[in-house]
């Protein structure tokens, strides 16, 4: 058995997974995901006009390499965007046949080994196997300059000499486990020193070796991940142009790989004309002459990316050029959907206390305090809307009763408290005027800073949202990070997908003109 089955690949296969397409369990709380890292890469449109094969059959092993294709992509796109990512052990559910079978290979393998150190004479062939890994684990940590420490270790761990010093029953077992535990005391970061110290106190061989091995995991995962912020910052500076190449590639193997692409943008751009048709003079649409002008690919691109803020992920899948990011979007929208109702509870209570509770200095802060709090969990299924929102109405009026109180206005009366109570309870009607109003103007401000992403400055916020300013702007930059990363890898493709979207546009415009020639002046003018 040349491989201890407790310990994972090691720290070359783990960082070989950028290239080999092995699979590696990713670090995404809840929270930290949200904090994104975006790097532009120069010249990254050079020559990358999308290209798409015809339809062909496909064979089971080019569905294999387009999947670790795949892998690779997604692999190399979560470490530039994650700043938090890590790599970590797989971590198999407590009931699982998978884990009961490893279970059983793991106990069968160090009950075999201490039955042969248990043998009179011992027998050490699967310890001196397992040496032979820990020196290739201690080796595979050094850096290029620590010609002692390989020597040491070669020279400690030489498995002809111990072979020998078996057969002639010379071989001290604890002398060696004592120098491999000093050496990993050299080589490890000082967040393991406590596992190390805890080696030493271990007596019993077996007990010994898989505490050892789980050490080197630890080792292995640390180097890993330290390799992996070494190599960021170069991977940022191509990341645009691999995760391009890589997509091409499985375009190439599934040329129907743009379809929801090319539904989603062309949802977008009809989206966008019926908002410009509705903006017209009623006797000038219909496409006649002077009317809405022709669509600019880079607004409908914009209207795609507003558009995932309100997608229905459970029952329409993701584009797929934004697929790798589904996840970073969905947050953005549960976090734009909170902030809705904070706002307009904001809105709706500063317009029921008049301006004496407007410039009051806190005042705002806790009651977004009390709406987070209450609002956890919001978009879980077994969340009621409107029992929270009674709730906060509640915590609400005595807050303003509080604070109207310490500063020496009158508070609520009875009815007054009744009715903005109301007015917060009624924020769960889908079509709740304020509601709506703050959730357009949201939605408005994304707009503007989508369009104007090139400036430095945020654009101003809309009347109604300073309450919540600071809440939108953190999260408007962090969807604009977002929609500039995807751009800059998809770029071409909606380029070439826009190309025919908006012909077709051109050509069923330039049809309705021919219809009605003019704009129709009524004839009792």
């Not at 998978?98 to 004479?121: G, N």
């Not at 599934?254 to 509705?278: I, M, Y």
């Not at 410039?359 to 609002?375: S, Y």
């Amino acid at each position: 058995m040349s491989q201890n089955p407790d310990k994972p690949d090691s720290s070359e296969e783990k960082l070989g997974a950028l290239e080999d397409g092995q699979e590696e369990s990713l670090d995404n709380p809840d929270r930290s995901i949200r904090r994104r890292i975006r790097q532009s890469a120069a010249g990254s449109h050079r020559d990358d006009t999308p290209k798409s094969s015809p339809p062909r059959p496909v064979s089971i092993e080019e569905l294999i390499e387009t999947a670790k294709g795949v892998t690779n992509m997604a692999l190399a796109h979560e470490i530039v965007v994650n700043g938090d990512f890590q790599i970590k052990p797989a971590e198999l559910p407590e009931h699982s046949l998978e884990k009961k079978v490893r279970d059983i290979v793991h106990k069968a393998f160090w009950d075999c080994l201490e039955a042969q150190l248990k043998e009179d004479p011992p027998t050490y062939d699967h310890a001196i196997k397992l040496l032979g890994e820990i020196k290739e684990n201690l080796l595979s940590f050094l850096l290029p300059g620590h010609t002692r420490l390989r020597s040491q270790i070669t020279e400690v761990l030489d498995l002809d000499l111990i072979k020998q010093e078996a057969e002639n029953g010379a071989l001290d077992i604890s002398k060696l486990v004592g120098f491999v535990i000093g050496m990993m005391g050299t080589l490890c970061a000082p967040a393991r020193d406590e596992e190390i110290k805890k080696l030493k106190d271990i007596h019993e061989i077996v007990p010994l070796f898989r505490a050892i091995f789980s050490v080197l995991d630890l080792m292995k995962m640390d180097m890993a991940n330290f390799a992996v912020s070494s190599i960021r910052p170069k991977l940022m500076q191509q990341s645009a142009e691999y995760e391009r190449r890589k997509f091409q590639e499985f375009l190439e193997k599934q040329p129907n790989s743009l379809d929801l692409v090319t539904r989603w943008l062309q949802e977008a751009a009809d989206d966008l004309a019926k908002l410009r048709g509705e903006m017209l003079p009623s006797h000038c649409r219909d496409g006649a002459t002077g009317g809405a002008p022709a669509l600019c690919p880079t607004a409908v691109q914009n209207q795609a990316y507003l558009k995932l803020l309100k997608w229905d992920h459970v029952n329409r899948p993701f584009p797929e050029t934004v697929l790798m990011d589904q996840i970073r979007f969905q947050e953005i929208q549960l976090e734009l959907e909170q902030l809705l109702v904070t706002g307009t509870v904001l809105l709706v209570t500063f317009s029921a206390a008049g301006p004496a509770l407007v410039d009051m200095p806190g005042f705002a802060e806790k009651i977004k305090t009390i709406v987070k709090v209450l609002l956890t969990g919001m978009h879980l299924p077994s969340f009621n809307l409107k029992e929270s929102l009674a709730t906060i109405g509640e915590k609400v009026c005595a807050e303003v009763n509080s604070c109207l109180s310490q500063h020496g206005f009158t508070p609520f009366s009875a009815e007054r408290e009744t009715v903005l109570k109301g007015q917060i309870q009624a924020v769960a009607n889908p079509d709740n005027t304020i509601c709506k109003l703050i959730d357009s103007r949201i939605q408005k401000f994304l707009e503007n800073y989508l369009a104007s992403s090139h400036q430095k400055s945020l654009p101003a916020i809309p009347g109604g949202l300073g309450p919540i300013q600071r809440e939108l702007e953190e999260i408007a930059v962090k969807y604009v990070r977002l929609v500039n990363y995807n751009k800059m890898v998809f770029s071409p493709y909606y380029d070439a997908v826009l190309g025919k979207i908006l012909i077709k546009e051109e050509s069923q415009l330039v049809i309705r003109r021919i219809i009605k020639p003019v704009c129709v002046v009524p004839i009792w003018y």
